[in-house]
């Protein structure tokens, strides 16, 4: 190839080993290790044994040293390092060194190896692709594993026994589905079982009972209506309103009763039924362990109680009260944090996320007129729908140190990456504005007709 002729685009150096990450991460997000535990009654530790073996991917083929220096990693490396820290002058130093083995550490070898090993937008598409497929398992196990609790839906066994924690799973990998929908023909298989993995996901999501993935549903209709052209707009309204006649049609009357506990706040009333004060009780419990957190947080500014153990000094400063012990997490993963790391680990794990989101919605919304990226501007509106999702979630819930959060950012990172280098490598094609129309010249009045004939004759010959 001559030194002029342009430079084709380079090709993934490592595909074996992408397809390695790829196949850990439908395993980790989809549960399937876990559902097999329990099905055969043996963990094969196979999300562990792919971690490693994509982690020695990662150092062989030299994306681990690229993706240490990009700006995701480096806040994450920082939080690490202050997570270790915290640990070593945490109240309960066990317990905050069970919290960085089981949960922390795998968590942040998830965030080194995605960026590591995807290297291409027709990477990142895959591994969008993966997301979205790791929802039919999930869907799956709903059914084979079904299980209720004052009328919620959730699963018999395992992290998603939770009603709230199950809501969360399927709303955050719903984005990723409508990916596959917009970018496969309409008669795709992917499409058709994308489709109808979004619907089934959002009637289970509505059966969870969870006011907290109402709320999200809630905020992801009102920023699709506001970003979306007027066509869009009807289309939205038109789900909203499909969704409510189903919603109505299919969840239990103390589900729905639940959720309209959300506008009543934490006053409980002699007329409410019996699901209805626990709902109300649920919320005003949940108010105090977040001020709880806020009051740590603010008494030990600079390096928490220690990572993971929240639940325990709370107890333990509530016996010195001579209050009920509770023994439980924050539900705000943002507080938790900031109480069991303190404010420097609370503004790392803050900037992480809102770096994601603005690098997202900045290819967002410079790609969105460009039709020759419309790859990458659906799948920078899924990635962050996706983080929006979570930010909801994480107010709601515990997910500090899980692998949900490292799984989007070093998703988010490997994206940023590779649209950088493709919008430096390819111009884009958006419209310009058209050239003014030529002026048409007045002929001269003092020239002769059969002249000015002779004269267009003679041009076009």
Known sequence: MSPTSPARPAESPHPVATGIVLLYLFLLVSRVVELLAGIVGVNLRLTMILTLVSMAAAVLTGGFLDAIKTPVVVLFTAFTGWFLLTTVSSEWRSGSVNTLTTYWIPSYACLLVIPSLISTIDQCRKACY?????????????????????????????????????????????????????????????????????????????????????????????????????????????????????????????????YATV????????????????????????????????????????????????????AGEQKNRGEAQSWHEAHNSYTQIGSEMGIPGFLLYGSVLLYCLKRTVSTYWRTRRDPARVAIFRMSASLSMALVIFAICAFFGTYSYTYQFPVLAGLVQAFDVCVRKELSRTPSIAPTRLPARPVALTPDPMVPTYVRNRRLRHNRA
């Open 130 to 258: 993966v997301l979205a497929f790791s929802l039919i398992p999930i869907l799956l196990a709903t059914v084979v594993f079904q299980s209720q609790v004052a009328g919620r839906d959730q699963i018999l066994y395992g992290t998603l026994g939770n009603p709230n924690d199950l809501a969360f799973a399927l709303l955050m990998l719903i984005p990723f589905a409508v990916f596959v929908v917009k970018s496969e023909p309409l008669r795709s298989w992917k499409t058709i079982a994308c489709l109808l993995a979004i619907l089934f996901a959002v009637l289970k999501t509505l059966k969870t009972g969870s006011r907290s993935g109402l709320i999200t549903m809630v905020s992801c209709f009102v920023i699709l209506f506001c970003v979306g052209k007027m066509q869009s707009k009807l289309k939205i309204l038109v789900l909203a309103g499909v969704i409510v006649a189903i919603a109505a049609a299919t969840v239990s009357t103390q589900t729905l009763h639940r």
């Open 263 to 314: 506008f009543s706040g934490t006053l409980v009333d002699s007329d409410m039924s019996q699901n209805e004060v626990s709902a109300v009780e649920s919320a005003t419990a949940r108010k105090m362990l977040l001020q709880e957190s806020v009051n740590l947080m603010l008494e030990h500014p600079l390096f928490g109680v220690g990572p993971g153990v929240f639940a325990a000094v709370l």
